[in-house]
């Protein structure tokens, strides 16, 4: 009798959460509501498994939330605070996104973007904020907290924590 050993969990052990993802509504500056099924592996945080499906985009069609390659790195929470840690593919170019693009319609993505992680974040009113830190491995001994420039504004100072702005989600009306 083979016995085999991984030290993955077994996949089939995995809990299932229902929850409320937001995405970018068309071309609008509106976040609509997308109801998923989530499916959370043993000892994995539910914040990690929402932000692992805000990052795969939305079932219903639409644009990429976040740019190509960004992967969620780790989720944490203290005292009512998510701190969200991504790759340092964050600050990258999005695919359809060029020097010919609208500078405007450029820096509204990235802010919803952040709003969408903040409204899903925030959705079951556990959490009141949100803190995006990057590992950015060129700049290890520096503030690992989002830069304004990633909101293409011409400062590096660190961004303030992320709190959910009702400004951008569709409502009934």
């Known amino acids: 009798e083979n016995l085999t050993i991984s030290a993955l969990p ?8 229902s929850a ?3 995405f970018r509504y068309q071309d609008t500056d509106l976040l609509k509501q997308e109801m998923r099924t989530l499916s959370l592996l043993p000892n994995e945080p539910r914040e990690l498994a929402l932000v692992r499906a805000l990052i795969s985009g939305s079932r219903e069609g ?6 190509p390659n960004v992967t969620v790195l780790s989720t944490q929470v203290q005292d009512g605070v998510v701190y969200v840690t991504f790759n ?3 600050y990258g170019r999005y695919e359809d996104e060029n020097s010919q693009t609208d500078r405007a319609e450029a820096a509204l993505r990235r802010e919803l973007a952040m709003d969408a992680l903040a409204a899903t974040l925030t959705e079951n009113g556990e ?5 995006v830190l990057v590992r950015a491995e060129a700049q290890v001994g520096s503030s690992m907290r989002l830069k304004n420039s990633y909101f293409l504004e011409d400062n590096d100072m660190p961004c303030d924590v992320l709190t959910r702005c009702e400004d951008h989600l569709m409502t009934p009306a």
């Open 62 to 67: 639409g644009q990429a939330l976040f740019p």
């Open 20 to 22: 409320t993802l937001y």
């Open 10 to 17: 077994d996949a089939s052990a995995a809990d299932e959460s």
């Open 88 to 90: 340092e593919a964050l």
């Open 127 to 131: 959490y009141r904020a949100v803190q």
